[in-house]
């Protein structure tokens, strides 16, 4: 459930603002001592050009099927996905345009082109707009070149709104549909590429919490904490870019209190957070107890490790996603919980997809039914919420294969033994 900060989506400013923001937590990693760490992805191979050109190919032959001339895909995972570009969103459009035939084509300001071809990864085109030009424009003759002037246009679903209402206008005779059957089609599979890459950032975010289980002391507030798992991360090879730590009654509330906490003997530490790994994400849960856990936690807690075994054994091949949801619900309610997300129980979803971003498309949520294939990644975090007193979440990630789920992270079996 870590919701992890994706700089490819903002603007740069306000990339800047929370880079200042977060200068005091940076700080105090930098100053907690990681000398016995090293980093364990120093061998880890990146997403290459054959990759990416079979990723172009695989949107191609989807646009074939789906009658789709073209798609538009603005600053953010999926560019970065297609092209390798890593950029951020602003007022001054970039994007690019992905066509059913032929060479990719960028569209970028005249001034940030050497910039933005610095992490081009394909063969493409690039375009650029002056200051007083209109990049819709531009934009839209990069269509009508690639034959998609009057066809069917696929935009990507985080596109924003002033892109596609200029682009109608400007492309009269053009159909503005959802990119979703070729961007999904291709991002929700993933290849041992990006499979390996996962591995690698779970392993990261494992290894930072094991190191800092051993260090957690009585009284540490979140922001310590947080501080230690983040040094630890960058330590280990990892690119931490946030996550949660609830302490006591805070973690009843599945993404936490503003009151003051602290690590308090007997009270639950519930720790979720991620790294990512060559652009791969992670995204791990632990809810633990320095001292002896109280019986209600261990009982509930045992609940919640039960509750991802439910899970997992119901994720099959051709098994519709939101099956998984409804089987843990049904089991929770066998346990008093619920029904459905009534308090005390399970307030969200059992899981998200998972890979460049934290979470992805689709959810292990009720209703929905798309089959689960293999290179399906989800995370699976059927956690326990009881207002006014705790909460238990564990959370791990898996991939789908055909002999069914295979885990990033194995889950703890016991509340005193977190990790393993």
């Not at 400007?170 to 503005?176: D, F, K, P, S, Y």
């Not at 929700?188 to 260090?215: C, G, H, S, Y």
Request: aromatic share 6%; charged share 20%; proline share 6%.
């Amino acid at each position: 459930m870590t919701i992890l900060v994706d700089r490819r989506r903002f603007g740069l400013a306000a990339f800047a603002l929370a880079a200042l923001a977060a200068t005091p937590r940076a700080v105090r990693a930098a100053a907690i001592d990681t000398s016995d760490l090293k980093s364990i992805t120093a061998n880890v191979k990146p997403i290459d050009a054959a990759e990416r050109a079979g990723r172009i190919a695989r949107a191609q032959e989807l646009m074939a099927r789906a009658g789709i001339a073209a798609i538009v895909v603005e600053p953010g995972s999926s560019l970065d996905y297609f092209t390798g570009v890593q950029w951020w969103r602003s007022e001054r459009l970039t994007a690019a345009v992905i066509p059913a035939r032929g060479e990719p084509i960028l569209i970028t300001p005249f001034f940030e082109e050497p910039s933005v071809r610095q992490s081009l990864g394909i063969p493409a085109s690039v375009r650029v707009w002056q200051e007083h030009e209109d990049p819709l424009a531009l934009l839209a003759g990069a269509l009508k070149d690639r034959g998609a002037g009057l066809g069917r246009i696929g935009i990507e679903e985080t596109v924003r709104f002033f892109v596609s209402d200029g682009l109608g206008k400007q492309l009269r005779g053009a159909t503005l549909v959802t990119a979703n059957p070729v961007v999904r089609g291709c991002r929700m599979i993933k290849t041992p590429a990006e499979l390996a890459l996962m591995q690698a950032a779970n392993d990261v975010t494992i290894a930072a919490f094991r190191w800092t289980w051993p260090r957690l002391r009585l009284g540490m507030t979140r922001a310590e904490i947080v501080a230690m798992i983040d040094a630890a991360t960058a330590a280990l090879g990892g690119e931490g870019e946030g996550g949660l730590v609830l302490l006591g009654e805070a973690s009843a509330y599945p993404h936490g209190s503003r009151k003051p906490q602290v690590v308090r003997e007997g009270e639950v530490i519930l720790l979720d957070c991620g790294c990512h790994v060559g652009g791969y994400a992670s995204d791990i849960s632990r809810t633990l107890v320095l001292g002896k856990a109280p019986d209600d936690v261990r009982r509930v807690w045992d609940i919640v490790a039960e509750g991802q075994q439910v899970a997992r054994a119901t994720a099959k091949i051709g098994t519709p996603a939101g099956s998984i949801d409804d089987a843990v619900r049904r089991f929770y309610e066998t346990k008093g919980f619920g029904p459905g997300y009534q308090l005390p129980g399970l307030s969200h979803r059992t899981g998200h997809g998972i890979g460049m971003d934290g979470h992805e498309p689709v959810n292990l949520v009720h209703g929905e039914a798309t089959p689960l294939a293999p290179g399906m990644c989800f995370s699976n975090e059927p956690g326990l919420y009881l207002p006014g007193k705790f909460g238990v979440r564990l959370e791990d990630c898996f991939h789908m294969t055909a002999a069914g789920p295979e885990w990033f992270s194995v889950p703890p079996r016991t509340i005193d033994a977190p990790f393993g």
